[in-house]
């Protein structure tokens, strides 16, 4: 079912939520998959409609179910949590893909975010925090741990000005997608006010 045709419900003031969404998890870990699926099913009008141990049974799960999104963990046995990401955004290009593991890889991201994740979360976080994603994701928003971003905006402008070249397209569209993820996440309400934030965390600079 896609987002479009879904009836929606106000979830805080000036914003709206799917009033259901179906969730795909694909973690190799039984404990995970179950966990993620309590925390996410005591939220009303979220389902977990499918379960997948790699990334080959995610995929197949994910066309014969075709979920709004798909937590997909890392390391995923059987393809990997990049190539899955790409499929799953290829066939289901609706769906969208967070991310959950215990690394904080600069490259690893950077190439998710190519692949067409829009959320990576670390399994340190805690359970508001995925349950923040899920609704980030399924309004179609970004979601990064603030953290991360700040890695991955350092890394990008830190290259771009050493090696003396613009960013590519696809590289300028990941650093849109996290800066508007910390700009969420840190309640900033303006790109004046992240472009401050940048600065002064010495993100970028002048």
């Known amino acids: 079912m896609a987002f479009a045709e879904m009836p929606v419900v106000a979830a805080t003031p000036g914003r709206m939520l799917p009033s259901a969404v179906r969730i ?15 925390i996410l099913e005591a939220q ?20 014969e179910t075709k979920p709004d999104i798909a937590v ?6 059987l393809f990997g949590c990049i190539d899955v990401t790409r499929q799953i955004k290829a066939r ?19 190439d998710l975010l190519r692949a067409g994740a829009r ?35 350092h890394s990008f402008t830190v290259r771009s000005r050493h090696e003396g070249s613009a960013l590519t397209a696809r590289e300028r569209q990941v650093v849109q997608l996290i800066a508007e993820g ?21 993100l970028i600079e002048l």
Not at 72 to 77: D, K, S
Not at 123 to 150: G, N, R, W, Y
Request: with cysteine; proline share 3%; aromatic share 6%.
């Open 24 to 38: 795909l998890i694909a973690d190799n870990h039984d404990v995970i998959r179950v966990g993620l699926q309590v």
């Open 44 to 63: 009303r009008g979220w389902h977990v409609v499918a379960s997948a141990s790699d990334g080959k049974e995610a995929l197949q799960k994910a066309v």
């Open 72 to 77: 997909i963990g890392h390391p995923l046995a």
């Open 92 to 110: 289901l290009p609706r769906a969208e893909c967070l991310i959950f593991t215990m690394h904080e890889d600069e490259m690893l991201v950077t």
């Open 119 to 153: 959320g990576y979360l670390l399994k340190s976080d805690t359970d508001q925090a995925l349950i923040e994603a899920i609704k980030a994701l399924a309004s179609h928003k970004t979601f990064f741990t603030p953290k991360v971003s700040e890695a991955l905006l």
């Open 182 to 202: 910390l700009r969420q996440k840190l309640h900033l309400s303006s790109p004046v006010a992240l472009a401050r934030y940048a600065i002064r965390n010495k």
